[in-house]
């Protein structure tokens, strides 16, 4: 085919285009071949310059959080550069997705699997042109030579080759160019939530929850199924948040509280409650369950990784036990500065008990207007 697209081009330039124009009404059958052999000839050259990130899983972590703080990385350099548009490569290896980390759970026979699991977390960057995904490091570096002048290339590649760019540091600088970013513009951009997984969720509160029901959602972190957790600190209190939920039921019986994340975070107690929907007992993908988030009418969670999507938005939150506030240039109390008056986040040194819960929620949910929420355009949150 391409060949004969090729001997196709030669004939547009050896017979010019008015007989070339000729032919293609004369030959039907060749007519497609002609006119975007035409166009192919007299297509524009690229005149600016695009964002080129590569996300490389030898070095970075197989996580839903890291690759939302990435994007959202990328997002401030194509408003900085003022390129054209964001292309991303995910990068693996096929004999050894786990990279460096060496995951447990990712195996030579299932990477792929995991990988395209993973892919949709970066459609929700707002300026995406295509998605790369390579399986072969050999491919990847031959796209990156016939290509490179084209882009600008983070992270940047002496990093990428050093396997330096791998978010040991947790991603905590690229906070704080957020901070900067937010200084000099006066805004982030926020994370996209494609229009058909914002249609889904909407028709899955129209179908799971009672008429007229307003869907909080909660994430709350368990721990990891190894016996090694050493981010305990962010995993939720059975009993407080039972409890908060339980207060709920009298004081505000038209909420229900829809629970996102994995299967093994849904721990006892949680079903029995009248005013909760598991989203995992309805088969929820990452996508869905980001969804769920931006379409609800505000968020709670404890710290990880899915509450990025929420942080990047304009969403009504409650976010607590973020560990390091220091890290990210925050003090006990403070909020990111690009948050805002609607959103809130609380360090893990903050205790959470079920009062804590329930003040926070009930100041953040009387001030909120529900009758705007219902309106289809606050479901457009990018």
Request: charged content about 25%; some cysteine.
């Amino acid at each position: 085919m391409l060949k004969n697209g090729i001997e196709i081009a030669k004939k547009v330039r050896e017979h010019g285009i008015a007989e070339s124009l000729k032919r293609l009404v004369s030959n039907r059958l060749n007519g497609k071949l002609y006119y975007n052999a035409v166009k192919l000839i007299f297509s524009p050259n690229q005149q600016g310059k695009r964002i080129l990130g590569i996300w490389d899983y030898k070095s970075l972590p197989w996580s839903v959080g890291d690759p939302l703080v990435f994007v959202e990385k990328l997002s401030m350099l194509r408003i900085e550069r003022d390129a054209e548009e964001i292309d991303i490569c995910i990068v693996y290896d096929r004999a050894n997705p786990s990279g460096n980390r060496r995951a447990p759970y990712i195996s030579p026979a299932d990477g792929q699997d995991y990988a395209l699991n993973f892919l949709p977390l970066f459609s929700t960057c707002p300026y995406l042109g295509s998605i790369f995904q390579f399986n072969s490091r050999e491919e990847f570096y031959r796209f990156l030579k016939t290509s490179s002048d084209r882009y600008y290339i983070f992270p940047p590649f002496g990093k990428h080759l050093s396997e330096s760019y791998n978010f040991a540091d947790s991603g905590y600088p690229h906070f704080r160019e957020m901070e900067v970013f937010y200084k000099t513009y006066g805004y982030i951009p926020y994370l996209r939530v494609v229009n058909r997984y914002r249609t889904w969720a909407e028709r899955f509160y129209g179908n799971h929850l009672p008429e007229g029901a307003i869907p909080v959602t909660l994430s709350l972190r368990q721990p990891l199924s190894s016996n090694n957790d050493t981010e305990y600190y962010r995993n939720a209190d059975p009993a407080a948040w039972l409890l908060f939920i339980d207060q709920c039921k009298e004081s505000f019986p038209g909420v229900v509280f829809v629970v996102v994340g994995t299967r093994e975070e849904v721990f006892h107690g949680l079903r029995e409650q009248s005013n909760v929907v598991i989203a995992k007992d309805f088969g929820t993908s990452i996508m869905e369950d980001c969804a769920l988030i931006r379409a609800s009418f505000l968020y709670m969670g404890t710290c990880s990784g899915v509450n990025t999507i929420a942080l990047f938005s304009d969403l009504p939150h409650l976010l607590f036990q973020f560990p390091g506030m220091d890290n990210y240039g925050l003090k006990m109390g403070d909020n990111f500065p690009f948050q805002t008056d609607n959103q809130k986040v609380f360090s893990f040194e903050t205790p959470v008990t079920a009062d804590l819960l329930f003040n926070e929620f009930k100041s953040l949910y009387v001030k909120l207007n529900r009758e705007e929420w219902q309106t289809p355009k606050l479901f457009d949150r990018r």
